[in-house]
C-alpha cells in the first residue's frame, strides 16, 4: 500500500485544514487507517484513527471536537479535517493504515505498517 498525504500548510490560530491521503496499490476499505503527527523535539502520537469502514473512530483528548476522521471508499481516501486549530496544533501530520487492526488494537500505535510521506501544518498564534 503507497500513500500520499496532502493539504497541510499554514494558518494562523482558529483556522482550519483538511488534510487527505490517497491510497494506492490496494484497497483500504477494510483496514484501520491513522493521522499521527510529530511535532520538534516530541515523539511521534496518534491523533486519530478509523476502524476498517469508519463507523469506529479515536481521537486523542487534544484534537476532540475539533478534527474529524472520515474516508471515502471510492476514492481509497481519508482525510482529516481540522479546525479551530491551536499552535501546540503544529506538526508533521501522517497518515497511516494498519491492515492487521481488530477493535481493540486499533488505537495502538503498533500494527500500522504503511506510511505517507507527512504534510507539514504549522499553526500561528
Known amino acids: 500500500v503507497q500513500l500520499q498525504a496532502s493539504g497541510g500548510g499554514w494558518v494562523q490560530a482558529g483556522g482550519s485544514l483538511r488534510l487527505s491521503c490517497a491510497a494506492s496499490g490496494a484497497s483500504i476499505r477494510n483496514y484501520a487507517t491513522g493521522w499521527f503527527r510529530q511535532a520538534p523535539g516530541k515523539e511521534r502520537e496518534l491523533v486519530a484513527s478509523s476502524f476498517r469502514s469508519g463507523g469506529t473512530v479515536y481521537y486523542r483528548d487534544s484534537v476532540k471536537g475539533r478534527f474529524t476522521i472520515s474516508r471515502d471508499n471510492a476514492k481509497n481516501t481519508v482525510y482529516l479535517q481540522m479546525t479551530s486549530l491551536e499552535p501546540e496544533d503544529t506538526a508533521i501530520y501522517y497518515c497511516?493504515?494498519?491492515?492487521?487492526?481488530?477493535?481493540?488494537?486499533?488505537?495502538?500505535?503498533?500494527?500500522?505498517?504503511?506510511w505517507g510521506q507527512g504534510t507539514q501544518v504549522t499553526v500561528s498564534s
Open positions: 497511516a493504515v494498519n491492515p492487521r487492526a481488530i477493535l481493540s488494537t486499533f488505537t495502538s500505535t503498533s500494527g500500522y505498517i504503511y
